[in-house]
């Protein structure tokens, strides 16, 4: 992991913001499966960790810190959202197109919206290898053990999902 | 192990998070079973079209630092059109009286009631539009 020590100055502030925004985003995005609330959770939390610069020890690890406001602002934002429902336990649609051009975004969109939350934030934290499991618990607040498991089941949902619904994706390849 | 088994383990040992001795059962059993060995390779295939999907949607946005509020980022707009409209007004005023009115800071005292506009902290104005490009401010409050 690259060392963030010059955090403190505009130049080491927006090298570090140029270098994990992407990764953010698509966090936050997989909290809220929602673009406008992920890019405004990122907003913030870059805005608090630019306020918070000077107290934090950046140096153990900014990264993890960052992605720990971020999913806190996730949180809250889902929080006051009233239609929660429409995210958490959101009914798959039942038709499923049997198009011959598979669309592997559409596919890859409608599997992440059938695991929970816990196991979208894990499985977008660990694919990216930006993270070790330790450091995804870290930032979850869970034991490496529980994020295996959540890893595990995620990712299995998914695969099953896709043979299930969309066998010409799994013959495809 | 039974492929039932493997099958389960299968994203822990793409991503490399099994212990040493099962990461081993598995990879023989992956050796001789063609059937697992494709669903290895489907889950590899679905991690990179997850990684692609949500590269995607990051690509798709525009992360601004330091703005604040997308409140601001919709009315930016209309918040240039006031700022002149305004400073029209001004300017118009501090010419009949002779005085010269510099504006500091004009912001919105609510983002809910959008013609209601403060300027310099302690004139409140209400902003009409009534034409394109042509503003009436009314001065509510200073």
Redesign the interface.
């Known amino acids: 992991m690259e060392e963030y020590s010059d955090l403190s100055t505009e130049y080491g502030f927006n090298r570090f913001v140029k270098e994990t925004e992407k990764m953010l985003y698509s966090f936050a995005y997989s909290i809220t499966l929602n673009n406008e609330d992920a890019k405004d959770a990122v907003q913030e939390a870059y805005l608090r960790l630019f306020k918070a610069r000077q107290r934090v020890d950046y140096r153990k690890n900014p990264k993890a810190y960052v992605f720990q406001i971020v999913k806190n602002v996730c949180f809250d934002i889902i929080g006051k959202r009233k239609n929660e429902k429409t995210i958490e336990n959101l009914p798959v649609e039942e038709k499923f197109d049997r198009d011959t051009i598979i669309d592997r975004k559409k596919i890859i969109s409608s599997a992440l919206k059938i695991l929970n939350k816990q196991e979208r934030m894990v499985v977008c934290l660990l694919i990216f290898d930006g993270f070790s499991s330790k450091e995804a618990g870290e930032i979850l607040g869970l034991s490496d053990s529980t994020i295996r498991n959540h890893y595990m089941n995620g990712r299995n949902k998914i695969r099953n999902f896709i043979v299930k619904h969309y066998p010409e994706y799994a013959r495809s390849i | 192990m039974k492929c039932k088994d493997i099958?389960?383990?299968?994203?822990?040992y793409a991503?490399n998070?099994l212990e040493e001795s099962i990461k081993q059962k598995v990879e023989r059993h992956l050796e001789n079973c063609p059937k697992c060995h494709?669903?290895l390779?489907?889950?590899k295939?679905?991690?990179e079209?997850?990684?692609?999907?949500?590269?995607?949607?990051?690509?798709?946005?525009k992360?601004?630092?330091?703005?604040?509020r997308?409140n601001y980022l919709k009315m930016a707009g209309l918040i240039a059109a006031l700022f002149i409209a305004a400073f029209a007004f001004f300017f118009s005023l501090s010419e009949k009286s002779g005085g010269v009115v510099k504006i500091k800071e004009i912001a919105y005292s609510s983002p809910q009631i959008k013609n209601i506009v403060r300027i310099d902290r302690n004139v409140e104005t209400k902003v009409k539009k009534i034409d394109k490009n042509i503003y009436v401010i009314e001065i509510l409050r200073r």
């Open positions: 099958e389960k383990l299968i994203p822990l991503r998070l494709r669903l390779e489907l889950e295939k679905i991690t079209d997850l990684i692609e999907f949500l590269d995607f949607q990051a690509g798709n946005q992360i601004k630092f330091p703005e604040k997308r």
